[in-house]
Structure formats: C-alpha cells, structure tokens
T-cell receptor, first 116, second 114 residues
C-alpha cells in the first residue's frame, strides 16, 4: 500500500516571499501521479499542480512549482511571491497508474499562514 | 458549467441513526468517488462508482454503502452511525479513461454525530 507523509503540520511565510512545503511518499510502483491540493476554509479541494512520474521535468503552474525527486520519493511544492489568498491547508496526494486503482491517497496536510 | 454539487452542506444525526449524502458530478464526468475527512486529517478514500457499480473500495466497514444512478449522481449511505463517523464527507468526480486532471471535488457535507 502506498503512503504519503507531510512532516510539516504548519508553515508560515511573509507575504511576497517564497515557501516550500515538503512531501514524501512510499510506493513500489514505477508509474504514478502526484498532486498538490489546496483546501481553503470553503472546504473544497482545489488542484494546485500535478506531476506524472514518467516525466523528468518538474511541473510548474504560474507561481507554483514542484521539485520531484523520484529516486528519493520526494515531491515538494514551492510557492513564489506568496499572496494572502494562498493561506489554506495543502495536501499532497498519490494516485496509482494501475487501472482499477484510481483512488487518491492523501497526506495529513500542511497549514500555510501568510503574514501580511 | 456546474462543478460538483453536494447536499446537504451540514447535518446533525444521533448515534445509531442512518444518513444519506448526495453528490451530483461535474457535467461530462461519469465517475464518482467518496472520501471521509476527519478533523485535522487528510481525506480517506471510501469507494468509487462507475457505470452504477462499486469499482473500488477503501478500508471502511459495510455500514458505508453507496449507489450511482443512471445520470451519474451518487449517494453515500451510512448505517448505525457512530460518534467516530463525524467528519467532512467529500465527493470527487472524474471521467474514467480521460486525462488525470479530471478530478473535481465538491465542498463537502459536514456530518456531526451526537
């Protein structure tokens, strides 16, 4: 079974600065997908960024980028130019490539606070 | 284009009762998954429905059951409620076989068991 670990329960960053959230995972599979989701107080899970394991290039989405280290099973999220609207819970998630096993396995989350 | 709709948004039930939660998937999606998110935790996968069949199930007891209708909407039923069933229940829709970025979550139903 796959597991996802987020070792930082809480993080804070000054507005306009850069912050990195950590995520490690454990799997015996070679093909899979990794995600970062944001959950604001509205409770809805919002996809921030995704990474396919077969791609060596790190994914980027505007101010959000990842550092994907497949051998180390590490998948960190970097948020540049932090904004007040970035404040939320951030969850790292894993999804197998295997057909019939499409469930998402989530970490326990990191609460990000933006300091004005 | 409507996203995922869940109802009700909040619910209070007494221990031992039964509850039904509802989910309408995003337009164009045919697969519905349910997750339980306890306070301060990440979501845990309950089960997934596709073509009105339970396709995959997580580590939840048989008290948790579901259904998918021909219009792709879904229900989650929980029988003999326990205090530990208090949680946020999230529905996520997707389109099986399409690109992975197809997951869309609803805002959830907050269930409180007293």
């Amino acid at each position: 079974a796959q597991t996802v670990t987020q070792s930082q329960p809480e993080m804070s960053v000054q507005e306009a600065e850069t912050v990195t959230l950590s995520c490690t995972y454990d799997t015996s599979e070679s093909d899979y997908y990794l995600f970062w989701y944001k959950q604001p107080p509205s409770r809805q899970m919002i996809l921030v960024i995704r990474q396919e394991a077969y791609k060596q290039q790190n994914a980027t989405e505007n101010r959000f980028s990842v550092n994907f280290q497949k051998a180390a099973k590490s998948f960190s999220l970097k948020i540049s130019d932090s904004q007040l609207g970035d404040a939320a819970m951030y969850f790292c998630a894993y999804r197998s490539e295997i057909l019939g096993n499409e469930k998402l396995t989530f970490g326990t989350g990191t609460r990000l606070t933006i300091i004005p | 284009d409507a996203g995922v709709t869940q109802s009700p948004t909040h619910l209070i039930k007494t221990r031992g009762q039964q509850v039904t939660l509802r989910c309408s998937p995003k337009s164009g999606h045919d697969t519905v998954s349910w997750y339980q998110q306890a306070l301060g935790q990440g979501p845990q996968f309950i089960f997934q429905y596709y073509e009105e069949e339970e396709r995959q199930r997580g580590n939840f007891p048989d008290r948790f059951s579901g259904h998918q209708f021909p219009n792709y909407s879904s229900e989650l039923n929980v029988n003999a409620l326990l205090l530990g069933d208090s949680a946020l229940y999230l529905c996520a829709s997707s389109s099986l076989g399409r690109k992975i970025y197809g997951y869309t979550f609803g805002s959830g139903t907050r269930l409180t068991v007293v």
